[in-house]
């Protein structure tokens, strides 16, 4: 796969600061912050896209409380998508750096890659059925409903198992980037 190695040919340390910055950056904005996020999770916690397995009754149970936070819900929708894209990259360029500084690229460890697209993917999709049932252009019970908690799931799964991958290479390679500066100097 082309992206794969192109990732870990790319990767540095540069790359994944830079990443991680503009991911804390914006979290803050999106989540931290009073905003869109607060207003909507304040009126309707827990939202949907924050539970894993297949609660009976959500989103309906969400969106029934989220009143007039529902604009602010739907604007987070589409605040979401950079969110999405930053916490993937973030992932992939701290499991590329891993790899490349490990020596592991021509391994099967490689196809973590793909956990970050997964993430992705997911993301945005699980955002448009969020969005279209808070906005009432589909039911938001029955297929959509099971859909949406299908993407959420998946979408929880690549996110953790991916944060994990990637800390664990950014250990791997902080390590392995320490011994060759030892080796350098001595």
């Known amino acids: 796969m082309r992206f794969i190695s192109r990732s870990i040919e ?3 340390w540069v790359k994944f600061l830079v990443s991680f910055l503009f991911l804390f950056a914006y979290s803050y904005w999106a989540f931290i912050r009073p905003g869109f996020w607060t207003r909507a999770s304040d009126a309707a916690a827990p939202l ?3 539970l894993q397995g297949f609660p ?8 029934a409380l989220l009143g007039e936070a ?3 819900y739907l604007i987070f929708q589409a605040v979401d998508i950079p969110f999405a894209f930053l916490n993937a990259m973030m992932i992939t360029a701290a499991i590329a750096l891993g790899l490349k500084a490990l020596k592991l690229s021509g391994t099967p460890l490689r196809f973590l890659l793909i956990l970050p697209l997964l993430l992705f993917t997911s993301e945005i999709f699980e955002d448009a059925l969020l969005f279209l049932m808070a906005a009432d252009y589909i039911p938001d019970v029955g297929a959509p409903a099971i859909a949406q908690q299908a993407l959420t799931n998946i979408k929880g799964a690549a996110a953790m198992l991916g944060t994990v991958c990637a800390l664990a290479a950014i250990i791997g390679a902080g390590i392995s980037s320490l011994i060759h500066l030892f080796r350098k100097t001595s």
């Open 48 to 50: 949907p896209e924050t």
């Open 56 to 63: 009976e009754g959500e989103p309906a149970r969400a969106f």
């Open 10 to 12: 790319k990767a540095g």
């Open 70 to 72: 529902t604009s602010d």
